[in-house]
């Protein structure tokens, strides 16, 4: 569902300006979560929206790669991106364990620090224009 609107906003706002955002709200959402989590109605509906936000993390940056780059060196920066997009699917799941096992809300912090390392990367101005 969330689809559509974030490759509207991507157009309209500007893919940077998306990711910093998504980046922001993501974890500004982890930390939130346990809260709501007090509430099944809130908690549901603020995991829908928390999750339908920062799964466009990774269209909205593949959709900046490919407006930055063209032809051979698109071909390097997607390999590159696949790369380290499975390196994190390889590497998140056991250190948002061992958040989960440190305290009752060590996952949300867990998911908050990895989404505001994020956010300040995204932050930082682009090497090249």
Partial sequence: MFQIPTGWAADRF??????????GLGAAGALV????????????VLLFVWSGIVGGLYAVGL??????????ALARANAAY??????????????FGFGLDLAPAGLFVALALALGGFFALALKPDAHP
């Fill in 63 to 72: 959709t900046r790669l490919a407006s930055r780059y063209s032809d051979a």
């Fill in 33 to 44: 979560l346990p809260l709501a989590a007090r509430s099944y109605a809130a908690y549901v």
């Fill in 82 to 95: 696949i790369l380290l997009y499975t390196g994190g699917t390889l590497v998140g799941p056991p250190i």
């Fill in 14 to 23: 500007g893919r940077r300006r998306l990711l910093i955002l998504i980046g």
